[in-house]
């Protein structure tokens, strides 16, 4: 910030003080005096004129860790800072209201928000979220694999939403007996090296992403 008085001539002094200018950030946060001085030939000449200065802290937003939210559903992001703030959040797709603190997200596809908040003194505060939207996966909770053509095979859908998923199924003792990748991977048809398993209760575990990924849990019961 730049200096001035009159008459010229003078020296500036304070904490924060370079020259003829003043650096906020070197000052630091807090309450500043700025002094300037001036030296005349004659005592009426001379004299001195003081300013206070306060630097606040910068506004500081924080909207919270990336947030995941199954399509259809929606959450109230919140980046409220006080009175006096103007609001805008990018995109505004999917949102109740793009230019509130507080706002509902129902975005159709995983979205990464930004909002900006300007203060009344003109600072500007920003900071992002992401939501990723996690798709339905219709999880049959038993297939019957006797070869009648009739819910033979454990048939999973809407995993065309994931390209690099993964399905593991194990048995009571915890023993790996299916495992498909991809989002075109065969279905699990009731059988482990060929042979046919016992009925009863097996648990999957479906990812939609091999590392950071979605995870259902749960069971499927094989039925004779």
């Known amino acids: 910030l730049p200096l001035k008085a009159i008459p010229s001539g003078g020296t500036y002094s ?19 005096t700025i002094t ?5 030939s004659l005592a009426c000449q001379s004299g001195e004129a003081v300013r206070t200065l306060v630097i606040t802290p910068p506004p500081v937003l924080n909207l919270g860790r990336d947030r995941e939210i199954f399509k259809g559903a929606s959450i109230e992001l919140k980046g409220d800072l006080g009175a006096g703030y103007r609001y805008s ?6 949102l109740s209201d793009p230019t509130a603190a507080k706002t509902f997200a129902a975005p159709e596809v995983t979205t990464t928000y930004t909002l900006r908040a ?6 500007i505060a920003l900071d992002t979220i992401q939501m990723r939207v996690i798709t339905t996966i219709h999880i049959p909770e038993a297939f019957t694999p006797n070869g009648d053509g009739i819910n033979d095979t454990w ?14 199924v194990y048995n009571r003792w915890g023993n790996a007996i299916f495992f498909g ?9 009731g059988k482990f090296n060929g042979e046919a398993v016992p009925a009863g209760v097996y648990v999957y575990v479906i990812k939609t992403q091999a590392s950071n990924g979605y995870i259902f849990r749960g069971s499927v019961m094989v039925l004779k």
Request: charged share 20%; aromatic share 8%; hydrophobic share 25%.
């Open 14 to 32: 304070g904490k924060g003080v370079v020259n003829n200018s003043f650096d906020p950030k070197s000052a630091g946060v807090g309450t500043h």
């Open 36 to 40: 300037y001085s001036i030296k005349g």
């Open 89 to 94: 959040w990018a995109p505004p797709t999917g």
């Open 118 to 123: 300007e203060g009344p003194n003109g600072c």
């Open 155 to 168: 048939e999973l859908r809407g995993m065309e939403n994931y390209p690099e998923a993964e399905v593991s």
């Open 181 to 189: 990748k991809g989002s075109n991977q065969r279905a699990f048809d």
